[in-house]
């Protein structure tokens, strides 16, 4: 493909060994018009590490995206070529991008991928937990119950749950997962390709069992659901019944003993149900 045509290259980065940035990538950013970086200062290290000498840095990240994309539109009408890289990885997954390739394929400018390293793909290549088939989550929210709904949402997806999660939140994320999901093998995937590289495979119920400090970047790999992700109400009614017969608990006593049997059920959904199958 001629590189003074106009088009938008997607190129993947490496995630942290230089050695994994190939020499396809390396020609078609020293040859392209301007390179949107999510950010520049790592972008032009990037570049003087391999020896490229951009012709043109420009930043493109989450909060000017629009802007950029409308930028990025003009550059390409007046015939340029443009390059789209992420900090780490492959641009769009999880990454600012997604709406400037939809806008170039609107307007009819080609789009071309130039594969490389991937976070999602590289932990489930070596994790050992069942890589196909799988969703890519990218972020969870930062709120619990945006998380919450998240997982629900996904709870009964056949295969492998995969997500990025910050260490600080990993802790009360995987809590919330256990609640929705219930019992399934756990991959907690640390600076991938780097030197302190590792991989901590446990199990979902064990999450508290991780270590307080986890330091780089991780990707988690949930496995697949072992038994039914939540319980139908249905169901969750007859424990209930089953549970009061000749006993006499209270409701938050009777919901915290349910919850291991009431898979995917939070105890204070249970403690809700018990009240209002009291009340009638």
């Not at 019992?183 to 907690?188: D, N």
């Not at 003993?257 to 809700?272: D, N, P, V």
């Given at each position: 493909?001629?590189?003074?045509s106009?088009?938008?290259?997607?190129?993947?980065?490496?995630?942290?060994n230089p050695?994994d940035?190939?020499t396809?990538?390396?020609?078609?950013?020293?040859?392209?018009?301007?390179?949107?970086?999510?950010?520049?200062?790592?972008?032009?290290?990037?570049?003087?590490?391999?020896?490229?000498?951009?012709?043109?840095?420009?930043?493109?990240?989450?909060?000017?995206?629009?802007?950029?994309a409308?930028?990025?539109?003009?550059?390409?009408?007046?015939?340029?070529?443009?390059?789209?890289?992420?900090?780490?990885?492959?641009?769009?997954?999880?990454?600012?991008?997604?709406?400037?390739?939809?806008?170039?394929?609107?307007?009819?400018?080609?789009?071309?991928?130039?594969?490389?390293?991937?976070?999602?793909?590289?932990?489930?290549?070596?994790?050992?937990?069942?890589?196909?088939?799988?969703?890519?989550?990218?972020f969870?929210?930062?709120?619990?119950?945006?998380?919450?709904?998240?997982?629900?949402?996904?709870a009964?997806?056949?295969?492998?749950?995969?997500?990025?999660?910050?260490?600080d939140?990993?802790?009360?994320?995987?809590?919330?997962?256990?609640?929705?999901?219930?019992?399934?093998?756990?991959?907690?995937?640390?600076?991938?390709?780097?030197?302190?590289?590792?991989?901590?495979?446990?199990?979902?119920?064990?999450?508290?069992?991780?270590?307080?400090t986890?330091?780089?970047?991780?990707?988690?790999?949930?496995?697949p659901?072992e038994?039914?992700?939540?319980?139908?109400?249905?169901?969750?009614?007859?424990?209930?019944?089953?549970?009061?017969?000749?006993?006499?608990a209270?409701?938050?006593?009777?919901?915290?003993?349910?919850?291991?049997?009431?898979?995917?059920?939070?105890?204070?959904?249970?403690?809700?149900?018990?009240?209002?199958?009291?009340?009638?």
């Open positions: 493909m001629p590189l003074t106009p088009r938008l290259w997607v190129v993947a980065t490496p995630l942290g050695g940035f190939s396809r990538a390396r020609e078609i950013l020293a040859e392209v018009d301007v390179i949107l970086a999510e950010d520049t200062r790592r972008a032009a290290r990037l570049c003087a590490e391999q020896g490229i000498r951009p012709r043109r840095l420009l930043s493109f990240f989450e909060h000017n995206e629009e802007k950029r409308g930028e990025a539109l003009c550059l390409l009408r007046e015939g340029r070529s443009l390059a789209l890289v992420s900090d780490a990885g492959t641009p769009l997954l999880a990454d600012p991008g997604y709406h400037l390739v939809r806008a170039c394929r609107r307007e009819g400018f080609a789009v071309s991928p130039l594969p490389g390293p991937s976070a999602p793909s590289a932990a489930l290549s070596a994790a050992g937990i069942a890589p196909l088939p799988y969703t890519f989550l990218g969870l929210p930062r709120d619990p119950a945006g998380q919450k709904n998240l997982f629900r949402a996904f009964a997806t056949p295969g492998s749950l995969v997500f990025f999660e910050r260490r939140r990993l802790r009360t994320s995987l809590f919330l997962a256990y609640e929705i999901l219930g019992p399934r093998e756990l991959a907690v995937c640390r600076e991938l390709t780097k030197i302190h590289e590792e991989f901590i495979l446990t199990r979902l119920e064990k999450a508290a069992d991780l270590p307080k986890l330091l780089g970047e991780l990707t988690i790999i949930i496995g659901q038994r039914a992700a939540r319980l139908p109400e249905d169901d969750i009614r007859r424990l209930i019944a089953d549970a009061r017969v000749g006993r006499k209270k409701p938050g006593e009777l919901a915290r003993r349910l919850r291991k049997e009431a898979c995917g059920w939070s105890a204070k959904e249970l403690y809700a149900l018990l009240t209002q199958t009291e009340e009638r």
